[in-house]
């Protein structure tokens, strides 16, 4: 039995977990914002009461883990670090190279370091977490997990851009897809909540948060996902466009003289629902405030109507949908957005129960379809780090060889 950490390191932030396998229980969870920046911060909670450290100067990850060790030393978590016994490491781009979690040796972590270019503002993030976390449990075997892998099974027609074919071969340029720990916890739960195995369940699962990412999946397998070579691609997000007319950049830089990396930057940072509102990328201020600004109004309407145009795209390409699964801080939280998007879908065989939809109990997975309704609907709250935690348990243990075999405790 093994006391693991996992780490999900962003630019300027990382989360945290620990989790014992012994209880079979997450004993303490931590974050770290501002990394580098003033006002750092520190949160860990646990079953003995939860450490804020605020306004902290956090100069790097380095200093961050070793705060959040403290932490959990301080709260009793720990006795000693060296209890702690595996690492795994949430990496976000994979690229074509790695479809399932590994084993990190040098030549892994080499391996992700060259294909960095692909998400230059997560990968070197996730190596640093790996380096920094080998020098202070040298002794521990690290694993990776990486968000895109649950996607490899997308097949080539689906994957490939038509553009140039030396841009694929030589570039890499492809779909990928991201939300990977999340749609491959949902898609198993989803088939639970069918009582059928997943190779035997089609379904769409919906992943609505500030980053939001719909996927196909055909007997228990992705075949499509609107996010695409990066996360920019596909639905409207808090701060990114999603979908646009690939000859938007090179206009705007034109037009504005802006370079193409500003432009970039404001696809990704200030797009989206905040670019449609001028104001808000939280769903929460937006739906506040519909009734009196019309820009709140309309972003809302864009959104779920995004939402629906991917359904309809994806029923045909599945042909039969046995399930919809919601899941994601929006799709779990948001009985407005559930209900817009699927409106007037009865004619495809889905109807909700608009009662159940706005009565849920939140954190509570739940059906919410109506009785006549041909497809089941769901709403499944989402645990990526589970998925983490056990990949790293079954690598260890030798009995990992994919998600598509391995059969996950919350099947």
């Not at 501002?34 to 079953?47: C, M, Q, T, Y």
């Not at 595996?86 to 370091?113: C, M, N, P, W, Y």
């Not at 994957?159 to 140039?164: H, I, N």
């Not at 019309?294 to 599945?318: Q, T, W």
Request: with cysteine; charged share 25%.
């Amino acid at each position: 039995m093994m006391l693991i950490l996992t780490l999900n390191c962003g630019s300027s932030s990382l989360k945290c977990q620990l989790y014992d396998e012994a209880s079979n229980k997450i004993i303490a969870k931590a974050a770290a914002d501002r990394i580098g920046l003033s006002g750092a911060v520190i949160s860990v909670k646990s079953d003995n009461g939860e450490i804020t450290v605020k306004d902290k100067i956090i100069t790097d990850h380095k200093e961050a883990i070793e705060s959040i060790l403290k932490c959990f030393k301080d709260s009793a978590v720990l006795k000693d670090i060296n209890e702690i016994e595996a690492a795994g490491h949430r990496i976000v781009h994979g690229g074509d190279l790695f479809q399932k979690s590994t084993l990190i040796d040098e030549s892994v972590i080499q391996q992700i370091e060259s294909i960095s270019h692909l998400a230059p503002l997560h990968n070197p993030a996730n190596i640093l977490g790996i380096r920094v976390l080998q020098k202070i449990l040298p002794n521990i075997s690290h694993v990776a997990v990486f968000d895109t892998a649950f996607h490899s099974s997308i097949p080539e027609k689906a994957y490939r851009y038509a553009v140039c074919d030396e841009w694929y071969s030589k570039y890499k340029v492809r779909r990928y897809g991201f939300h990977g720990s999340s749609h491959l916890y949902v898609s198993k739960r989803t088939a639970k909540m069918l009582d059928n195995p997943a190779s035997e369940c089609n379904m769409i699962i919906l992943h609505v948060g500030n980053g939001a990412s719909i996927t196909a999946v055909e007997n228990g397998l992705s075949v499509d996902t609107s996010m695409g070579m990066t996360p920019l691609e596909g639905l409207i997000m808090g701060t990114r466009c999603g979908d646009i007319d690939a000859s938007v950049p090179a206009f705007i830089t034109k037009m504005t003289g802006k370079c193409i990396e500003e432009v970039d930057e404001i696809l990704y940072k200030k797009s989206g629902l905040l670019g449609i509102t001028g104001k808000y990328s939280d769903r929460r201020d937006i739906e506040a405030n519909m009734e009196t600004d019309k820009l709140c109004k309309m972003a809302v309407d864009m959104e779920c109507y995004r939402l629906k145009k991917y359904i309809g795209s994806y029923m045909a390409v599945l042909n039969k949908v046995d399930a919809l699964s919601f899941t994601g801080g929006v799709g779990e939280n948001s009985s407005l957005i559930r209900e817009k998007t699927l409106e007037n879908l009865e004619y495809l065989g889905i109807e909700i129960d608009k009662e159940k939809n706005r009565n849920l109990k939140r954190g509570v997975e739940t059906e919410i379809s109506a009785s006549s309704s041909k497809i089941k609907v769901f709403v499944i709250p989402t645990d990526e780090e589970i998925v983490l935690t056990e990949d790293v348990i079954a690598v260890l243990n030798g009995k990992y060889k994919d998600h598509s075999s391995y059969s996950y405790s919350f099947l």
